[in-house]
């Protein structure tokens, strides 16, 4: 992001913009997987995923040479984002209900990825530039793939293909609408973050390229790694209980943040803040699978697309409030109080839970 973002010179609010753009997209893209892993199973939508996602690394290795492009790259590799409507249902269904939550966990640390890419990535860029490096990364693509051909198997729970309007059912149920806007805050914090940290050290702190890729790998891994370590958490005192933990804890570090602290300081938070992200992604696909288990392609396209939206606004957020203020201040700011938002949307959500198990023993 710092290389393409000073080769074509941008503003803080496009810096925000051109690094959402993959996310935004990947929020419309993982509702079209999420479908198609319901109707023709997640390995063959995996396979053509993995095919498509090559397009736009070809193109930003050949060629990427304006703004109009990138748009274009940046809204393809949405594909490899959306991938998790894929991963996420096929782990489901091969697991029993009181696995859900660890097996949903390890599945999503598929976000360790980014690791790789912000550890590898800058130093990559600044002996083969920005370009060199999209080129590379279609080497563990197709390893992945060649890999995924062999190896992978649909589950033996896969459902029956069901007409288009069916999928369109769970739109009604305010359940779908509560896992859409948690699901906004915890993942779509983490990847915001992701993608737009390291623009952050660079213009707050003064960090190399380098040095910047370094610190966002630290934030990265916590957010990655312990999300197997949210739902096998929540598989124990529940996801909702753990929502509720996570949440106050990452509004006081989002308002830690907020200060701008010394560079210490604020990784500390960064990094107790992106745990809490990553905790919460677990937590919140431990829920998931026990209120929609017969749907879980399609509700894990849409709960996936509504993380997507959060992780489109947030460097949008980011960007556009510093342009507007002169100061990362806001954002974070903002930030933090969608973190409290989202305590109370959880709470409210509990309770209904709550009403409606009673209500359905007292009809039993």
């Not at 396209?301 to 997507?308: L, M, N, P, R, S």
């Amino acid at each position: 992001g710092v290389y393409i973002t000073e080769d074509f010179n941008l503003s803080p609010a496009e810096k925000g913009m051109i690094v959402a753009i993959p996310i935004l997209a990947g929020s419309f893209f993982r509702l079209i997987l999420g479908v198609l892993t319901d109707r023709i199973g997640p390995r063959q939508t995996a396979i053509g995923g993995m095919l498509v996602t090559m397009i736009p690394l070809l193109w930003g290795w050949l060629f990427g040479n304006s703004m109009s492009e990138l748009y274009f790259i940046g809204i393809l590799l949405g594909v490899a984002g959306a991938s998790f409507s894929v991963a996420l249902p096929m782990a489901s269904r091969w697991y029993p209900p009181h696995l859900q939550g660890l097996a949903m966990g390890i599945a999503g640390a598929g976000n360790s990825g980014t690791v790789l890419a912000t550890l590898f990535g800058p130093r990559l860029a600044e002996n083969i530039g920005w370009n060199g490096v999209m080129g590379i990364a279609l080497i563990p693509l197709t390893l992945v793939l060649i890999t995924y051909i062999f190896i992978a198997k649909n589950p033996p729970t896969q459902p029956k293909p069901q007409p288009l309007k069916n999928y369109l059912t769970v739109f009604k149920l305010k359940d779908t609408w509560y896992f859409c806007l948690l699901y906004s805050v915890t993942f779509g914090g983490f990847v915001g973050l992701t993608s737009f940290l390291s623009i952050f050290f660079v213009d707050q702190y003064a960090l190399s390229k380098i040095q910047a890729g370094d610190f966002v790998t630290l934030c990265v891994i916590a957010g990655s790694f312990v999300r197997p370590i949210g739902g096998f958490i929540s598989d124990k005192i529940g996801g909702a209980t753990l929502l509720k933990f996570l949440f106050i804890i990452l509004a006081g570090c989002m308002f830690g943040i907020s200060t701008l602290p010394s560079l210490t300081l604020v990784t500390i938070l960064l990094f107790v803040g992106m745990m809490c992200l990553g905790m919460g992604n677990g937590a919140v696909f431990q829920l998931v699978p026990q209120r929609f288990q017969k749907e879980i392609g399609v509700i894990t396209g849409i709960v996936g697309a509504a993380g997507g939206v959060g992780g489109f606004f947030l460097p949008n957020l980011l960007g556009s409030l510093k342009q507007i203020t002169g100061t990362y201040a806001a954002g974070f700011t903002v930030y933090a109080c969608i973190g409290i938002a989202a305590l109370i949307l959880l709470i409210v959500a509990q309770h209904s839970w709550k009403r409606a198990l009673s209500l359905k023993e007292k009809t039993a």
